[in-house]
């Protein structure tokens, strides 16, 4: 049985308690939030959950084993560190940090205090990723050509971030996930309407070492929901459409070869198009799986795979993005 | 009634000659290409049009009118300022030509000679297009945000031109067609997978002056094909699916007003979410309005909206694509 | 305030009582079921709530004003009865009863003990049957021809009930919703694969006096999950396609005239294909606004539109459908 | 080289010249229509062939070896069986005759004159079908359970058939195509909405004897285009979606396992759910493949599998669906 104390009580932060309430080895025993209004909602629903406006008292509180962090993102580093500080674990909402400095300082700082820090994820507990990661893993798809993704939406516009901190750490951190390369250098293009210096419509093309490239589309402003990714590969390409109730991953036994022997005007091109398959995909709730993981991990002294170092990477990209977006469009060297 | 020489009965040529053979006062009477296989297939479909391998008999022939130049793009330069030094009008293939100089040299040459050029920028004569502009010409979108277009499929792989060049003239000859701004700069991202030193998959940012930006995602290893084009405005936005048979359009009621006086913790955003309206688009064959169109210009003395300055205005952003590119997504200005 | 007893917390069951659990003038203060495990997940979620076994704790309870009877449609007669002569309003699962016969008994009860008696029609408060209704009843499709219905899936098998009793009630009832006519005839075939004397594949067909005409397509075997209904009228016609996320109605400007004045052999058929709408359909929780609804008619002595009455159209075509079903497709006049 | 006569230049007409026109071994020599207006387009694009407004001239040929009828089905009779009569070959458009005794009588009076007829049940070519078949072939599928087919748009409404006649030979014959087992009886239930006595829309159930089960909607008054069956079998189900572009044939490795020991209230399902897999699917033009079988069947004197066997059967099913209606829905034992 361990005790967990959770900060902040808005969008997501029901989502966490629900689940974590339906963990065996879990007890909420103290929420924190600076709105009242949440900790009311809580006290409904959950009569035996303390509630709090100081996040300290969870901090600080020596029944708390962990620490649950579901706040705004320029929070983060104060409130995780002062948890790390306190001798707790910390599970933190993505993205980890708001820069990169931050990200290593909380590693370092858990490292030293022998802490867990897991960042989260959700989506790299989806039985669709899962299934992503299982067929590069076993190099279904050959060497990789591309990762396209589309993220798109109307809003929900964020008062903190813009729309690249907001959608695209899903997609980094699956990209993350499942590929074997680092990334090298980034490139991202946006614009910001609404006078808020916070870019709603952003382009990020992510450069790799071995000619692999990614993209990400991410929007605030688009009348149609879409989240498509594209992973194509030398032997197979893959189609994830997370919006699809059934068929969420398609595998086409699609390619190319090309003859560049033959000289400049007789390109040989051999386009290869066979059978589709849609693989099952398992249909578990995805937070409910990573909570138990990170619970498993502390009670079991495990690093979690989506750890500090996982989260870090993501603020890696996220830093470059927003330098690239500064800078005109330059490549940034990651 | 007008003779016309058609240089060129690769991929397209088929469809040029078809549809100038449909026009009642057209005589389609020469046919050049380098391949005698090519001057077969005339022959057994039309055995009263003379073919030969040498454009040059179509460009000096005096008999004829006008020239059709369908062939690859690096070759237009030459082929056109023929036939504009021997007083043929020219319908010529997209993209215009290799480079913003040849353009500008062939529409001067073209004033001096009193002659038309239009360039085959098909997709204007569409019904969904023409639908497009109707839209925002009557301020049904209100002021626009963004123009996302996604134009992926499997091949076919060109040895001359990458992937920008190839796909890219379609949705920029659209873009500029509807859209009443000039684009100001472009920064541009892709990559060569099978060292051809061409490159396979790209991504384009458009930037304009009033903070309306563009983007185009061109890739030639998608396993799945895509023609699908966002525009998002003020007042409604659009989505434009050029694969769907009958609700090629959709006009969605939907946006956001952002009242960013309330300071930096209560963002109020206010989503509008209503109807959707797809609109009947005519089925006409584009190719067949817009050949009908060339001639119409041609007799009646016309100048065609898709001359050779619009032509020029798509090879403009090309280079600068391709300046981008060399330069690692530099920002290039127009 | 009024209190509510609930019988049977099966499938459906948590559904009714997290509903009524949510109402603010309703007190659910006593659950029945049969089976021991069912009573401890009640308890697990709502520990106010008393559990029992024996309905009859519920029927007999003076404290309760109504009864919610999510059981099995078999045992309906015999619960519904009993909580009528003990005085309490009744909100009955679909089917309403398993013959006619006992469907007029408990409507006749209930009017002679002046209490309500609602069906869970749960459908007929989607935003999307509201928005069929209002364009029906705004004349907006004109005269009708037809009312196409599919509701396929793979299961859930129904021990005591065939797919037609199970599946084809949700159409059933929003058409007879929706419609001002009233069904003539029915004629039904089918098949059951398993050896159970119960149809797993149906076909329905409904007569009307004027011409219309009815058709319900109900499989539990199949691959792919639909829910779609076609209403062709004279004016418009309709796709409501219940899977969509956003765009569950569709309104097609699209018909027929035929002059069938000019002989034999030359019908002139002029269609008419114009724009499509897509309305914006309210996204409220049905069950919630249902179960509200009969509070109300509780409370304020009002007569449920889903009253017996309405449940007693839909048993009628079902036992039509049966009947059919045992004479070979026989035609069965209502 | 065979020289084969057209009778009949109107919707379909076209298309049969057109991939004749296509063979190596084939010359159209000789086109009847009884419309000058349709021998007007074909002298234009075909100035070779020779047109007459008299059939007999036709049939009566002496240099025509076969005949291909591309007529309305009430002129089939007599047209087959003059050109029979006089020792041509027949081609002829689906459904093959009126009634069975028409049919029957064609079969009996080629067969004594040693003619082949081939019945134009065009759908039997596509590489879907093919496909279909080989899967059925193959036990792929398992024990079937249903074929459920929905052909339905807006129109084109014919003047001599009903809405069954139309439309519904394209599902029967590839129904009679793939499946093994004979259908055994029928019920048809439809409606005529515009005083024609012909039904616009119409829903026929097959019963075979094995508890197989076929059902076919087919419909002119659908503001959307449908073009979809299902084949539910014991070990995998299809879905067959004709309007894809791409994935037309779907094979779901889904099933259900009853155990129906176990007394009523305790009803033990097994749903499966894996993976499904979309095969490659040839893109040849059917009507090209058939005619040129056609072809192969008169020259090498084979029976094609699409004869007056194969026309009789759909025509029989046929027959019954109308004897059916006129019936009031009443089961018509085949």
Redesign the interface.
């Given at each position: 049985m361990i005790k967990i104390g959770v900060i902040g009580y808005g969008y997501w932060g029901p989502n966490i308690v629900r689940n974590l309430n339906g963990i065996e080895d879990v007890e909420v025993v103290l929420l924190s939030d600076t709105n009242p209004d949440a900790l009311k909602r809580v006290k409904k629903t959950y009569p035996n959950i303390t509630t709090t406006t100081d996040y300290r008292d969870i901090t600080t509180s020596s029944e708390i084993d962990a620490v649950a962090v579901i706040t705004p993102v320029f929070t983060h580093f104060e409130l995780v560190k002062n948890a790390l500080e306190n001798g707790k674990h910390v599970f933190v909402e993505k993205p980890f940090t708001s820069t990169v400095k931050e990200a290593e300082e909380l590693i370092e700082l858990a490292e030293i205090k022998n802490l867990k820090i897991m960042v989260d994820h959700t989506f790299l507990f989806t039985g669709a990723v899962r299934k992503i990661k299982e067929l590069i893993d076993d190099n279904v798809l050959g060497d990789l050509?591309?990762y396209?993704s589309?993220r798109?939406n109307?809003?929900?516009?964020?008062?903190?971030i813009n729309v690249i901190w907001d959608l695209a750490p899903h997609d980094l951190s699956v990209m993350d996930y499942v590929l074997k390369d680092e990334p090298a250098?980034i490139?991202a293009?946006?614009?910001?309407?609404?006078?808020?210096d916070l870019e709603n419509?952003a382009?990020v093309?992510v450069?790799f070492d071995n000619?692999?490239?990614a993209?990400f589309?991410v929007?605030?402003?688009?009348?149609?929901?879409m989240r498509t990714t594209?992973i194509?590969g030398e032997k197979k390409?893959?189609?994830w459409n997370d919006?699809e109730?059934?068929?969420k991953i398609?595998i086409?036994?699609?390619g190319?070869k090309?003859d560049?022997k033959e000289g400049?005007?007789?390109?040989l091109?051999d386009?290869r198009?066979?059978?589709?398959?849609?693989?099952?995909v398992a249909h578990t709730e995805a937070l409910k799986v990573e909570l138990e993981y990170f619970v498993d991990c502390v009670i079991n002294n495990k690093i979690p795979f989506n750890d500090g170092q996982a989260g870090l990477r993501i603020v890696k990209m996220l830093e470059a993005s927003s330098n690239?977006l500064k800078n005109?469009?330059?490549?940034i060297n990651l």
């Open positions: 050509y591309y396209d589309v798109v109307l809003g929900l516009f964020q008062y903190d250098a490139v293009t946006g614009v910001d309407h609404f006078g808020r419509i382009y093309t450069y000619n692999m490239i993209h589309n929007n605030w402003l688009s009348p149609v929901k594209l194509g390409m893959l189609v919006l109730a059934d068929e398609k086409y036994n699609k190319v090309i560049t400049l005007y007789n390109l091109v386009y198009s066979g059978d589709m398959l849609s693989p099952k690239s005109d469009g330059k490549l």
